[in-house]
């Protein structure tokens, strides 16, 4: 019997309009309606008011999350962190002074960010925080930073394929001191804590819930997910999920723009 399900938002509960489709939030307010508990489990900060414009209704679907991919983990609006090495990011950030055409965004707690490159208002806002919460690279404190993102593009155009060389370079530099995954058809690089990733997060809150974990079900897409998705044997993988995570699911639901986690939702809880 499941008894809580975990989330991925980009590309699993959200469509390509970054929107979650009318089916699924009648499948969850029906899991809601049968006392399963429901978690994000996504790279996002939790404001998701301020990036994805979401009411109290939705909002009010979830009892916490996993984000930052683990960094930040919520049950009961309490709140456990997974900081990045801060010798890591000193290093991050060296090496990108080498690029500076490709963006670099560092995130820490209370939505605070540094971009190598500014950023307008309308920019801002898609980020989901205020000029108020913009630090410099050389301001903000390196001692709280949950998450690393790199990428080419992508604030008024679309993304680009990042050099190989910069993939290596940042897998190298981090070294076993970070986890680093390559999303998103390798134009996004995110670092995060050594001790963060979704599977840790959804563990954490797991057992603060007392359930097992074959009552557990997951939803994922990308290469970030597979951790989870391998370890849980009620998974799901969108059907516009990438190869790695298809293979590694236990179930492969329709895509995201077709009613895909309605149709898992409800074959996985017999709703």
Not at 41 to 57: C, H, I, Q
Not at 134 to 139: A, D, L, P, Q
Not at 148 to 172: H, M, R
């Amino acid at each position: 019997m499941i008894k809580a399900i975990f989330f991925d938002l980009d590309g699993t509960l959200l469509n390509s309009k970054k929107i979650i489709p009318q089916s699924a939030v009648t499948a969850l307010k029906t899991c809601r309606e049968r006392n399963i508990k429901l978690f994000i489990a996504t790279a996002r900060t939790p404001d998701l008011d301020k990036s994805l414009g979401w009411n109290v209704e939705i909002l009010s679907l979830f009892d916490g999350g996993v984000f930052c991919n683990g960094a930040i983990n919520i049950l009961d609006n309490r709140a456990e962190y997974n900081f990045i090495n801060s010798e890591v990011i000193n290093s991050i950030v060296t090496v990108m002074r080498n690029y500076p055409n490709i963006n670099l965004s560092l995130q820490s707690t209370d939505n605070v960010h540094a971009f190598n490159n500014k950023l307008s208002k309308t920019e801002l806002a898609l980020w989901g925080t205020e000029e108020n919460k913009i630090f410099s690279m050389e301001n903000i404190s390196y001692e709280k930073i949950l998450k690393v993102l790199i990428f080419d593009g992508g604030f008024s155009t679309e993304l680009n394929v990042l050099p190989e060389q910069v993939v290596n370079i940042l897998s190298e530099t981090c070294g076993k001191l970070a986890r680093v995954y390559v999303t998103d058809g390798n134009k996004v690089i995110q670092v995060g804590g050594i001790n963060a990733s979704k599977y840790n997060g959804i563990e954490s809150i797991r057992k603060r819930l007392g359930i097992k974990k074959n009552e557990v079900s997951v939803f994922g897409d990308d290469i970030n997910d597979l951790e989870m998705i391998s370890e849980y044997e009620n998974s799901v993988a969108m059907g516009n999920a990438v190869p790695d995570i298809k293979a590694a699911a236990r179930f492969v639901t329709k895509n995201n723009d077709d009613d895909g986690i309605a149709f898992a939702v409800e074959m996985m809880c017999n709703l």
